[in-house]
């Protein structure tokens, strides 16, 4: 199953929303993930991980972009691991000559 890093944050593990934490809570790593279920189906979920794990991820953390085909107009967005990793159009097929 992939599984594509959004952000790692640390962030406190005993808080609720909208609430302040309590004395002596400690931060902890929390993961937070696109999974995907079947192919094309991305869910959103999250995981809390030891510190070691988390430096590994953020070195995994990709990136939002958003790009646009040439080909088709279509504005599309995926996650890329560095900016000049070269995307393709989910659309458009792969070769050109069909
Ligand atoms: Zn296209």
Not at 7 to 12: G, H, Q
Not at 34 to 57: C, G, H, M, R, Y
Not at 58 to 81: D, E, P, Q, T, V
Request: aromatic share 14%; glycine share 2%.
């Amino acid at each position: 199953m992939t599984k594509i890093t959004i952000s790692v944050c640390k962030v406190y593990r005993n808080t609720g929303r909208f609430r302040f934490h309590r004395k002596n809570t400690k931060k902890a790593w929390k993961h937070y993930y696109l999974e995907e279920d079947e192919p094309d189906e991305w869910k959103f979920n999250t995981e809390w991980v030891d510190s070691i794990k988390a430096q590994f991820l953020k070195l995994k953390k990709r990136h939002k972009r958003m790009c646009i085909c040439l080909n088709c107009g279509r504005i599309f967005y995926a996650y890329i691991k560095n900016e000049r990793e070269e995307v393709n159009c989910p659309i458009c097929p792969d070769d050109e000559d069909e």
